[in-house]
Each structure stands twice: as structure tokens, then as C-alpha cells.
């Protein structure tokens, strides 16, 4: 019967109540953290090759990518949680929606708004570095798509799974700045594992700034299908199993 109340909760949404002032505030919240997410993570990784010369990554490379990715997330999350929800990430708003706390009208909304704060944190580091290469998600020597696609699906998964655990689900309190704190954690913790091998993106508004500014779209899809698919199967999971129907209230911002 659980499977049914998630279908019963998917909604489409009226124009009326998803494109009103306050949608559109929040969806300016979205593009901002993204802006300031994509413009942390992606310029962590430019200031490394500047400072190396376009070196290989090393392991200390990796681990300062991974920090700034993780600080820029809490940050973004954090500034706009109390406006839209701080998704912050097309993978975490598709897994809102399948788990029923965000329609798809305001979804999409969130979608464009992350995917042009994406889009911008890129050219505006493409000027103020001079013209340098926004580097593009590419796949390691040795990784094939599939190893790649399984990668993002299960990076993605423990990435929405957290945000359901802290800041969707209404049993979680008043978590203050754990939710924003915990959700850059398993961020970085999952970049440390996964970067190595695909640049473990767990957000396909990350490499869509640097595809489009490149226009370099090889593989592109698979950052796409994995967190999508990755975020989709966390939100069914935490709704079906973790989530006390009935319950549900609404965050600041009205989105869940």
C-alpha cells in the first residue's frame, strides 16, 4: 500500500502556485548557491592546475577538491534552506519529487535556476582567470561508462539519502546547521572515493557549467542518468521505508 501513497503524492503542480513572487525568490536562492557551490568546486579544481601546471591530480589535490566542494555545499545549502529548501542540486530536487514533496512545475523552475547559477559560476571564472580551461567531468584511463553510471547511482544515493535524513524528513528536529554540515560531508566523503575515477560529480548541474562553457558534451550523459537515477531510488527508498506518512510538513520556502 506504501508504494501507492508515493504515487498519490507526485504532483504536477498549478501555474498559479508554483509561478508566483515567492517561487521565483526561491528559485534566485537556487541560482545563487549554485552559483556560489559550482564557483568554489570548479575553481578549486582551475586553481590546482594553475598551481601545477596542468599536473595529473594527486592524492593532496584531491583532498583539497573534495574540502572546497564540501565547504562551497554546506555554504550554498545553508543561505538558502531557509528559502528553498537548499537543494541546490537537480538531483536532490528529482528525488523531492518522486518522493512527493515537491511538485514538478516548481521542480523544473529549481532546474533551470541551478542549471544557470551552474552556467554563470563558470564564464565568470572563465574571465577572471584569464581564459583559462573550465575543466570538463571526464572518465579516468581504465573506467568504462557502466563503472561510471553504477559509480554516480550509488555516490548520488548516499547524497539525497542524507538530505532526506536531514532536512526533508519531518521526524528530523531542529537540526539547525547539522543538515547543511552533514550534506557537504558525505559530499566530500564521496568525492574522495569517486573522484578519482569520474570526477564523481553527484550533481549533473555540476558538469553542465563546464559542458556548456567548453562545449565538451563526451560522456555528459552519464551524469545526468547516474544521479538522477541515484536520487530518484533515494527518495522512493526513504518515503517507503523511513518516512511516517501523514506527517509531512512543509520546510520554509513551501517546497516539502
Known amino acids: 500500500m506504501r508504494n501507492f501513497i508515493i504515487i498519490e503524492r ?18 534566485l536562492a537556487e541560482f545563487i548557491s549554485t552559483l556560489i557551490f559550482v564557483f568554489a568546486g570548479q575553481g578549486s579544481t582551475m586553481a590546482y592546475n594553475k598551481l601545477t601546471s ?27 534552506a531557509n528559502i528553498s529548501g537548499g537543494h541546490v542540486n537537480p538531483a536532490v530536487t528529482f528525488g523531492a519529487f518522486i518522493g512527493g514533496n515537491i511538485s514538478l512545475l516548481r521542480g ?42 553504477v559509480f554516480e547511482i550509488v555516490m548520488t544515493f548516499a547524497l539525497v539519502y542524507t538530505v532526506y535524513a536531514t532536512a526533508i524528513d519531518p521526524k528530523k528536529g531542529d537540526v539547525g546547521v547539522i543538515a547543511p554540515l552533514a550534506i557537504g560531508f558525505v ?17 549533473p548541474a555540476v558538469p553542465f557549467g563546464p559542458a556548456l ?40 520556502g513551501g517546497e516539502f
Open 54 to 80: 596542468n599536473a595529473p591530480t594527486s592524492p593532496a589535490g584531491l583532498i583539497a577538491v573534495a574540502l572546497a566542494h564540501a565547504f562551497g555545499l554546506f555554504v550554498g545549502v545553508a543561505v538558502s
Open 187 to 203: 559530499l566530500g566523503a564521496n568525492i574522495l572515493a569517486g573522484g578519482a575515477f569520474d570526477g564523481a560529480a553527484l550533481n
Open 213 to 252: 562553457v567548453s562545449w565538451n558534451w563526451y560522456h555528459h550523459w552519464v551524469y545526468w542518468a547516474g544521479p538522477l537515477i541515484g536520487g530518484g531510488l533515494a527518495g522512493i527508498v526513504y518515503e517507503l521505508i523511513f518516512m511516517s506518512h501523514g506527517t509531512h510538513e512543509p520546510l520554509p
Open 108 to 149: 523544473i523552475l529549481y532546474w533551470i535556476a541551478q542549471l544557470l547559477g551552474s552556467t554563470v559560476a563558470c564564464l565568470l571564472l572563465k574571465y577572471t582567470t584569464h581564459h583559462m580551461t573550465v575543466s570538463v567531468f571526464t572518465l579516468s584511463p581504465g573506467v568504462t561508462v557502466w563503472n561510471a553510471f
Open 10 to 27: 507526485i504532483t504536477i503542480g498549478r501555474v498559479q502556485d508554483d509561478f508566483h513572487s515567492n517561487a521565483f525568490k526561491a528559485a
